[in-house]
């Protein structure tokens, strides 16, 4: 099997839209939703991302069935569970979702360097990909990425979400989390990262985001939920956002 980073790169030839399928959990025909989905927008896709929300209601043969549908239309699928605990209970995690069938998984940092080395080298002995938060796209994460952090006393004052960057390329993960609500920081993170890590950016329409923005300030991946689940015509919306030049 080829690496993660590999396979996201040759399933996004046509597209960079990772599908954020963020459904309410109230929705009985969660599964199914999810399939259509797959089936009605891989053209326009290059990637389905899972929350942890929706995870917990649903069983193991279900988790399955949806990443094997992503597969066969070529897929990549990411579990976003922002993971952020001890070394052990880490490895448990993800070698559960690895047998579910994902490809990668999203992770907090907050958990510190060696946790996140210990996830990021068991992924990839696997092929599998491991994406660090680094500055969310709420509104309210500017208020903890953006403040500043000193770890010593000799050491330099940063900032949270820099730090988060610094750890997430000395430990090589395959990418990180900026939301395209915050272009500017997309910017200063491609000018440190280049090509070691890519750039995913959640965000885009429903909480202001703007697509051509983000891509021109350095994002790799846009991750787009709402925009598209909620639209009148899903494929239209999302051929708009091809249309942007993504």
Same mark, same amino acid.
């Given at each position: 099997?080829?690496?993660?980073?590999?396979?996201?790169?040759? *399933?996004?030839?046509?597209?960079?839209?990772?599908?954020?399928?963020?459904?309410?959990?109230?929705?009985?025909?969660?599964?199914?939703?999810?399939?259509?989905?797959?089936?009605?927008?891989?053209?326009?896709?290059?990637? =389905?991302?899972?929350?942890?929300?929706?995870?917990?209601?649903?069983?193991?043969?279900?988790?399955?069935?949806?990443?094997?549908?992503?597969?066969?239309?070529?897929?990549?699928?990411?579990?976003?569970?922002?993971?952020?605990?001890?070394?052990?209970?880490?490895?448990?995690?993800?070698?559960?979702?690895?047998?579910?069938?994902?490809?990668?998984?999203?992770?907090?940092?907050?958990?510190?360097?060696?946790?996140?080395?210990?996830?990021?080298?068991?992924?990839?002995?696997?092929?599998?990909?491991? =994406?660090?938060?680094?500055?969310?796209?709420?509104?309210?994460?500017?208020?903890?990425?953006?403040?500043?952090?000193?770890? *010593?006393?000799?050491?330099?004052?940063?900032?949270?979400?820099?730090?988060?960057?610094?750890?997430?390329?000395?430990?090589?993960?395959?990418?990180?989390?900026?939301?395209?609500?915050?272009?500017? =920081?997309?910017?200063?993170?491609?000018?440190?990262?280049?090509?070691?890590?890519?750039?995913?950016?959640?965000?885009?329409?429903?909480?202001?985001?703007?697509?051509?923005?983000?891509?021109?300030?350095?994002?790799?991946?846009?991750?787009?939920?709402?925009?598209?689940?909620?639209?009148?015509?899903?494929?239209?919306?999302?051929?708009?956002?091809?249309?942007?030049?993504?």
């Amino acid at each position: 099997m080829t690496k993660f980073k590999t396979r996201i790169h040759q *399933s996004s030839k046509d597209s960079r839209i990772i599908l954020a399928n963020d459904y309410d959990i109230s929705n009985e025909k969660l599964v199914l939703q999810t399939i259509k989905n797959i089936k009605t927008l891989h053209k326009y896709l290059c990637g =389905i991302k899972l929350n942890f929300h929706l995870l917990l209601p649903l069983g193991k043969k279900d988790i399955i069935r949806i990443n094997k549908t992503a597969h066969q239309y070529g897929l990549q699928t990411i579990a976003d569970i922002k993971l952020n605990d001890i070394g052990n209970t880490n490895l448990v995690t993800t070698k559960t979702l690895w047998d579910f069938g994902f490809d990668a998984v999203i992770v907090n940092p907050i958990m510190g360097p060696e946790s996140l080395k210990k996830i990021v080298t068991a992924a990839h002995k696997q092929d599998k990909g491991v =994406i660090t938060l680094c500055h969310m796209s709420a509104p309210e994460a500017k208020m903890s990425y953006d403040m500043n952090v000193k770890l *010593s006393k000799n050491s330099k004052t940063v900032s949270l979400y820099q730090l988060f960057l610094n750890w997430s390329i000395s430990n090589k993960a395959d990418g990180i989390i900026v939301g395209a609500t915050f272009p500017k =920081i997309i910017s200063d993170c491609k000018k440190i990262t280049g090509k070691k890590l890519d750039i995913y950016s959640p965000g885009i329409g429903t909480q202001g985001g703007d697509a051509k923005q983000a891509i021109a300030n350095g994002c790799d991946f846009l991750i787009v939920g709402r925009t598209i689940l909620n639209s009148k015509d899903p494929v239209y919306t999302a051929k708009q956002l091809l249309g942007t030049g993504i």
